[in-house]
């Protein structure tokens, strides 16, 4: 059975993009011809179509995609409580998940999550190639096994780090932060260990079989992306990002659909340039971007400068953007956290859809502004990003004027009756129609 990527340049529409085109309300002609030149992606593996996905498109004729990371980590292993974060993600709107889980028994956790998951599901599957081994004990074959295993389970894409090449580490000596990458630093220590080559790059071509086999999509990984603005676009990222284009087209030439993947920590005035670099060195495929975060010194809201970054890099033509929590580089996310993060994302991912005048995306923030305009609580509430907590708010202010004063029609406890603008506003074009 062919991928999406050979479908479409045969030139049929598949179901699947059929759905995309749907679900965004864009011609699915344009779905097959932007999947065919490698600039979208559907990641949706065979096996998991067949039972609960419901696939998306990643690109840039679409609106910007938000991933929500969830797993266990060594000190916090309950499927339970991933599974509450998944929810928690879905419920604000997450458009995939990604599982990162280093805790626990990673395969059991994997499966229950991707049956209640709807949404095309990610992993880095180096990371269970670690679990439990050392760099001495891991070969092609231990990796084969488990690219093998996680793609059976129905794994939709996966974070291959097969751009960090032995050649890249010396150039890493000048960097303040080294390598923040779990797995490219795994593969570091394997590379300087065995005295070899990155696994990943060597086996690649069987990768592409199976990830082929599977229509599993490459999310190409940056083993070496800064991780603190002092170390943004250094050598040792660019030369990186120069292997991940070689490895885009080695993908696709074997009917692969490929994302690639970028930093990380980026200071704002870099944004637009690491993404300009990345669309001509990766010949377009679509840029999955974590954060990017624009400074360092804000850990505890560190979904805040992620947003900040992330609405420039999707504005300058990322497609995907990663989450950041508030608690990142500080501990696990919780649900509150993760909902927090998911949260953010997507403002900082619609505020760019918005900003590059993507058909359609500034019609919700009218129909809000004509709710917010006509005093219209409920359209107004319901047309927010997160309904919820604007909901809580509002029923608290409605509250607090309950208790001082009448009328809760016209105003809201934000300036108060005399000072509303809304309500003035509303007497003035009385007065003047
Ligand atoms: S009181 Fe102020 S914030 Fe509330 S609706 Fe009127 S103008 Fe808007």
Not at 27 to 47: F, S
Not at 244 to 267: D, F, N, S, W, Y
Not at 381 to 400: G, V
């Amino acid at each position: 059975m062919a991928t999406q990527l050979q479908t479409a340049r045969t030139g049929t529409i598949s179901n699947e993009m059929k759905f995309v085109a749907e679900a965004e309300n864009v011609d699915a002609e344009l779905i097959r011809d932007e999947l065919a030149a490698g600039r979208l992606v559907i990641p949706a593996n065979k096996l998991h179509l067949k039972t609960n996905l419901k696939p998306i498109g990643i690109g840039r004729a679409l609106t910007t995609k938000v991933n929500a990371n969830i797993g266990t980590s060594s000190v916090s292993s309950s499927i339970e409580a991933e599974i509450k974060k998944m929810e928690a993600a879905l419920s604000a709107g997450a458009d995939t998940i990604m599982d990162l889980s280093t805790g626990g028994n990673l395969d059991d956790i994997r499966r229950k999550l991707l049956t209640r998951c709807p949404v095309p599901f990610g992993t880095v599957p180096i990371y269970q190639v670690i679990e439990g081994r050392g760099v001495e004990e891991i070969d092609e074959k231990v990796i084969l096994e488990v690219i093998e295993k996680q793609a059976k389970q129905g794994v939709d894409f996966f974070t291959i780090h097969a751009g960090v090449l032995k050649e890249h580490l010396p150039l890493l000596e000048k960097r303040v932060a080294g390598i923040v990458s779990r797995g490219g630093a795994l593969l570091a220590k394997w590379m300087l260990y065995h005295n070899r080559q990155n696994p990943l790059y060597e086996m690649f071509d069987d990768l592409c079989d199976i990830m082929a086999e599977f229509d599993i999509c490459f999310s190409l990984g940056d083993g070496l992306r800064p991780g603190c603005i002092a170390d943004a676009t250094d050598q040792a990222q660019i030369a990186e990002l120069k292997t991940q284009g070689e490895l885009t087209e080695r993908a696709r030439r074997k009917g692969c659909q490929v994302m690639v993947e970028g930093p990380g920590h980026i200071p704002f005035d870099q944004i637009k340039y690491n993404i300009q670099i990345e669309q001509q060195i990766c010949h377009n495929a679509p840029f999955y971007v974590l954060g990017p975060i624009v400074t360092d010194i804000a850990p505890g809201y560190d979904h805040i400068t992620s947003a900040i970054g992330g609405t420039a890099a999707a504005f300058y033509g990322a497609s995907f953007l990663c989450y950041v929590t508030p608690r990142e580089h500080l501990g696990l996310p919780n649900a509150d956290d993760v909902r927090a993060g998911v949260i953010a994302t997507k403002i900082a991912a619609h505020a760019a859809d918005v900003a590059r005048g993507l058909k359609g995306a500034a019609e919700r923030d009218k129909k809000l502004s004509i709710a917010r305009t006509n005093l219209d609580w409920k359209a107004h509430l319901a047309e927010s990003l997160d309904p919820k907590t604007a909901e809580r708010m509002h029923d608290e202010a409605c509250k607090e004027i309950k208790e001082s004063e009448e009328s809760l029609d016209d105003y809201c406890s934000m300036c108060g009756r005399q000072w509303c603008s809304v309500r003035i506003n509303r007497e003035i074009r009385k007065l003047s129609s």
